[in-house]
């Protein structure tokens, strides 16, 4: 990070700043992480130079010997972890994971029914906004208006109408556990195939503090930089009679060579997430979820589906006359980062919101627990009830502060700006 300041320090400069930030704010953001130095090392290492397309053995490159060894550690390490026929690392994103899914199994207009992005699902999962939705028929289930959660009943009730050749399960806002078994045999009556996507609760999946969905599904796709402490980069998981459409479709169908350095710290990833310490984290990160969801209960606010079986709260606002987007600006304003969120039924519109997302990963990383999630959930309460009370802000914002320092995040920046800097 040294000589970045003398090539170029005005990006040195922002990645100071931003390591401050990281450090001098709580992050209460349900997709976001704090990785370890071994996972950013790996990142910058020389196989970021490395190209490599195709898989071991069947290289369009010269060199590749210990490229190929890398890329079957991950494999191997990925598989182990989570009990997989067959693993596929090359993925960049969750969205590329996603998509090599969908062309290994699907052609261009086929149905899909999948959750909808309103009630938790995700934007790869045949939302308007979304690639998917020009490629393939979507139709969409959600949560009961009653319970929140998934009704299962009328998940069955449209498959069984619309004949879809995939069912999709995985969200990035449902804080419930999802019956794994009750889709499968839902799609399998249907003669449809199944796929997980768990980016958001990887991490708690490998530490076996939930449940699997890999014995039910045929495909799981997932992210490394969530609950799994990764970086950046997905994956695709699935069983050994779809091996070979799903490598030839993520190379050459959807990608080109892959980032190496990025395999190696998904690598580094796996290794870690087999630790007893990794699932300690994870067991604590959940624990954490729901005592932030029981304090903020307590408060008075409405958590959607009355609770959590995950490391994601969301909050609905709609009783408290605020938007997601004020409540996120309040909030940021004093040092705690959260994101606006659609609620199920939401009428607001999205960039707005009726509802706030938040995650209990980053500040269990910090080695945050129960005594310091319920101080910030009176802090949240607090600043979202005393908004232009200047005073009473600034006692919140110096408190955040008092408790950063103490709970310090990885070394990240290049401290040069700042000798004393974190």
């Excluded at 020389?46 to 079957?72: I, N, Q, W």
């Excluded at 839902?186 to 997980?196: D, E, N, Q």
């Excluded at 996120?328 to 009428?347: K, S």
Aim: aromatic share 6%; hydrophobic share 40%; net charge neutral.
């Amino acid at each position: 990070m040294q000589t970045l300041f003398v090539d170029d320090p005005e990006v040195g400069i922002l990645i100071d700043q931003e390591t401050s930030r990281l450090q001098h704010t709580i992050n209460l953001i349900a997709a976001e992480n704090q990785a370890p130095e071994s996972i950013l090392a790996t990142q910058g290492s020389v196989f970021s130079m490395k190209a490599a397309e195709g898989y071991p053995d069947a290289r369009f490159h010269a060199g590749c010997a210990h490229t190929d060894a890398l890329e079957r550690l991950a494999v191997k390490r990925c598989r182990e972890l989570f009990g997989a026929d067959h693993a596929n690392v090359q993925p960049h994103s969750g969205v590329a994971a996603n998509l090599s899914v969908y062309f290994a199994m699907l052609d261009i207009g086929d149905r899909v029914l999948s959750m909808k992005l309103s009630h938790g699902g995700h934007l790869s999962h045949g939302a308007t906004a979304s690639i998917t939705s020009r490629c393939f028929d979507f139709s969409h289930y959600g949560v009961s208006p009653k319970t929140e959660r998934i009704d299962y009943d009328a998940v069955a009730s449209m498959a069984k109408e619309r004949q879809p050749r995939m069912i999709v399960a995985g969200a990035s806002s449902y804080p419930r556990l999802i019956d794994y078994a009750r889709l499968a045999d839902i799609a399998a009556g249907i003669s449809a195939t199944f796929m997980v996507d768990m980016a958001h609760i990887a991490g708690l999946v490998a530490a076996k503090v939930i449940p699997s969905p890999v014995p039910h599904a045929d495909f799981v796709t997932f992210t490394t930089y969530k609950t799994l402490m990764g970086g950046r980069g997905g994956v695709v998981l699935c069983k050994h009679p779809y091996a070979d459409r799903i490598d030839r479709s993520v190379f050459p169908g959807c990608q080109g060579t892959p980032s190496m350095n990025m395999i190696a710290a998904k690598a580094v990833c796996f290794q870690r997430a087999g630790k007893p310490a990794f699932r300690a984290i994870q067991r604590q990160t959940l624990s954490n979820a729901r005592c932030l969801a029981n304090e903020l209960a307590a408060h008075g606010y409405h958590i959607v589906s009355d609770g959590t079986d995950s490391h994601i709260v969301l909050i609905d606002l709609r009783t408290k006359g605020l938007t997601g987007e004020k409540a996120e600006n309040q909030l940021e304003a004093v040092g705690l980062i959260v994101n606006r969120n659609p609620i199920p039924n939401d009428r607001q519109r999205p960039h707005h919101a009726s509802g706030l997302r938040l995650g209990t990963p980053a500040i269990t990383a910090r080695g945050m627990k129960e005594a310091e999630v319920k101080q910030i959930a009176t802090w949240i309460d607090t600043v979202l009830n005393n908004q232009g009370r200047q005073q009473v802000l600034q006692e919140v914002a110096n408190e955040i502060a008092a408790l950063c320092e103490r709970f310090p995040v990885v070394r990240t920046g290049t401290s040069q700006t700042d000798p004393d800097r974190p």
